[in-house]
């Protein structure tokens, strides 16, 4: 338990004091928000998105989006930590080298619900209404959580595969750019038909829908939120398993460059 | 006589099949100060990692600090320090930050690593730099830090990979002394460097290694006695020029790579 509590406090404690990176990841949930709800929100019909306000709609991809962009910082800080020498220190210490990348996750976990709340805050003061009962906000923070682990843990393997931090700073590119191709900022079914079976089907949309459909009271797909939330619990397991366990096994393997 | 280190056998190749360590036996006396010289590329640093667990070894059989380094390797970490080539701290973090860290991932209750940080801050004369962040220390600071770290929990044993390397005259003459001061108080250290005046002044005993082995081993003034020269320097270019046939008593171990020396 020290391990882990040391590793957090190390983790949190870059966070803070990276404060260009830290801005970044504050000031961009306030900036979208305010972009696609007064830029881009007249423009969405309401019948496209089926609701009153486009914040009513944009709210859960916002979230996803910027857990996209927390990911990124989170690939970063385990690369700069690969390359450095307090890899093999930490590894020729008797603790649990898990502890290492935990204390990455946490801190990870904290930067974006962090990021998260502010999406939330921001959301409420635009306009947006959810309809959600404690038991179902509950619910959509659960779903938060478990998508921002998953996407922490799949960062971090991608931290341990890439050579260094300029290079995993393009992970940050990559997932920040598959919520567009979602149901995150218009309905799958508004897509090019080529698109639309991508968008309908790729893991973010049932994260989203499943947020969507627990604060709005329905989903964009059409499909009943338990159907949405069961996909994106699988989703999201199968994402947190794999990559932990790979980043896992990378950790132990890989040395320090 | 009381090894530390006792080491057999050492192999370590690496994909392609190049040898890194084609047998290496090393026998390291309690409470001196070991160094292992050799050019770059010759595998110290391999050496070293497999010494402190960090690699395994394709065969050969070593103790390190009363642990067999494959039945116990937590034995060994425990017993043990590592300082790698590059400074292992964290340079966000300040110096107080580093040491309150690794001494909590030691064990030490807080108040405890508290008051060994601010102990060896004051030893490793940090104290001014002491809230400041990594980041903004000199080479010979950072070198300091990592050493400081290193002896948190009075291990019997420390690993220094290079520890002078890149750092100007006054900050390698200050790593010295630290050094020395921590053999003095009767922990054993093993360093690698590829200085032979390092080797020279600092070292009780030095093994030259080169293409994986170990072609010469003795203290100073006996390695330029067999070889009837005034400095380490003579006897390491006499030992690694071409067609070199080896030393008595080890000749036949490396002739296989006569020849293969550039």
Same mark, same amino acid.
């Given at each position: ?19 260009? $990176? ?17 830029? @881009?929100?007249?423009?969405?019909? $309401? ?29 970063? $800080? ?15 210490? /008797?603790?649990?080298?898990? #502890?290492? &990348? ?7 976990? *904290?930067?974006?619900? &962090? ?24 619910? *959509? ?7 921002? &682990? ?26 920040? @750019?598959?919520?567009?191709? #979602? ?19 790729? %893991? ?8 969507? !459909? ?30 932990? $366990? ?12 | ?12 190749? @690496?994909? !392609? ?35 402190? =667990? ?5 065969? !050969? ?33 300040? !110096? ?9 991932? &030691?064990?030490? /209750? ?45 291990? %019997?044993?420390? @690993?220094?990979?290079? /520890? ?10 200050? =790593? ?52 009837? #020269? ?33």
């Amino acid at each position: 338990m020290t391990d882990l509590t040391v590793m957090i406090t190390r983790c949190t404690r870059r966070s803070l004091r990276d404060p260009e $990176a830290f801005f970044t990841s504050l000031l961009l949930p306030v900036i979208l928000m305010l972009l696609f709800v007064y830029v @881009f929100g007249g423009a969405m019909n $309401a019948e496209a998105t089926s609701t009153r306000e486009y914040a009513d709609y944009v709210v859960p991809g916002l979230i996803v989006l910027c857990a996209g962009f927390g990911a990124g910082t989170t690939a970063v $800080a385990v690369a700069t930590d690969m390359s450095s020498g307090i890899i093999d220190r930490f590894r020729s210490m /008797p603790i649990r080298s898990s #502890s290492v &990348l935990a204390g990455h996750i946490a801190a990870s976990l *904290a930067r974006n619900l &962090l990021a998260t709340a502010l999406v939330i805050g921001v959301g409420l003061a635009v306009g947006w209404r959810p309809s959600a009962s404690p038991a179902q906000w509950l619910a *959509a923070i659960a779903m938060i959580i478990a998508f921002i &682990l998953a996407m922490s843990w799949l960062a971090a393997m991608a931290g341990l595969l890439v050579g260094g931090p300029e290079a995993a700073n393009s992970v940050t590119f990559a997932i920040m @750019f598959l919520p567009y191709l #979602s149901s995150a900022f218009v309905p799958a079914r508004t897509m090019t038909p080529a698109l639309r079976p991508i968008a309908a089907n790729q %893991p973010f949309t049932p994260v989203i829908e499943t947020m969507r !459909g627990l604060w709005m009271g329905r989903t964009s797909t059409g499909a009943p939120v338990g159907h949405e939330a069961l996909l994106a619990v699988i989703y999201c397991a199968a994402i947190l398993a794999c990559s932990a $366990a790979a980043a896992s096994y990378l950790f132990r393997h890989r040395t320090a460059a | 006589m009381t090894y530390t280190i006792k080491a057999d056998g050492i192999v370590k190749s @690496f994909g !392609g099949g190049t040898r890194v360590l084609d047998g290496v036996d090393l026998a390291v006396e309690k409470g001196t100060i070991f160094a292992l010289l050799g050019p770059n590329g010759a595998g110290k640093t391999t050496l070293v990692r497999i010494l402190a =667990t960090l690699l395994k070894p394709d065969a !050969g059989t070593a103790t390190v600090a009363g642990h067999d380094l494959r039945t116990d390797p937590a034995g060994v970490r425990r017993s043990i320090s590592l300082t790698g080539q590059y400074t292992a701290v964290d340079d966000v973090l300040t !110096g107080r930050e580093n040491l309150v860290m690794m001494a909590r991932l &030691l064990r030490l /209750p807080a108040p405890r690593a508290r008051r060994r940080a601010a102990e060896l801050l004051t030893a490793f004369d940090l104290d001014d730099a002491a809230d400041k962040r990594v980041k903004t220390y000199s080479g010979g600071m950072r070198r300091r830090l990592d050493l400081a770290v290193s002896v948190i929990a009075r291990p %019997p044993l420390i @690993f220094l990979d290079e /520890p002078t390397t890149g750092l100007d005259p006054r900050s390698r003459n200050q =790593t010295w002394d630290v050094v020395r001061g921590l053999a003095a108080g009767g922990v054993t250290v093993l360093l690698t460097t590829q200085y032979l005046d390092e080797a020279d002044r600092l070292a009780d005993t030095v093994a030259v290694l080169h293409h994986g082995r170990i072609i010469a081993q003795g203290t100073p003034a006996q390695l330029k006695a067999r070889h009837d #020269s005034a400095s380490l320097d003579e006897v390491f270019l006499a030992l690694t020029e071409p067609g070199h046939a080896g030393e008595p008593g080890h000749a036949g171990h490396h002739s296989r790579h006569e020849g293969a020396i550039r």
